[in-house]
């Protein structure tokens, strides 16, 4: 590999998270133009390096985005405005008010987990969603492929 060269196996360990793009479209064009389609895989329960995510789970409920059509949720990649304690959707650039036991006691020294650069996996414990008992995973297999050798790997 080329020194100065992005390793994206290195990101995926970190964050158990492998992404089809690496650069997110800033316009309507750039988005028509995207040949792969925009997606992520990730791993589920997977144990990340503790330098990658808090020690352990949040325990709240996630902020998020007041916008109608998107409620993404505060993360690292948000536009943060410490003086009137704002913060900006990186997708659809709304600008959202902090609840307010974040915004009395947010500053640039002393970030919530969501906000610390180096937790872009953060896992929370839902307040307001009864406990559903364990996990439940849906496996997708695309059986469109040529290659035998791929699909009998499954078998």
Known sequence: MQEGAWDVTQL???SG???SFHCWPSSRLEATRCVAP???LYTPLRKLPPNCAPP?????DPVRCSSATC??????????DFRSKLWTCPFCLTRN???????????ET????????QYTTCEYELQTVPDQGPPCFVFVIDTCSNAKEELSELA
Request: aromatic residues 10%.
């Open 71 to 80: 409620h993404a949720v505060l993360n690292p990649y948000c536009q943060v």
């Open 97 to 107: 008010h902090f609840p307010p036991h974040y915004a009395e006691a947010i500053t």
């Open 56 to 60: 352990q789970a949040l325990p709240y």
């Open 12 to 14: 995926e360990e970190m």
């Open 38 to 40: 925009i997606g992520a």
């Open 110 to 117: 002393n970030l919530p987990a969501e906000l610390i650069p």
């Open 17 to 19: 998270t492998r992404l």
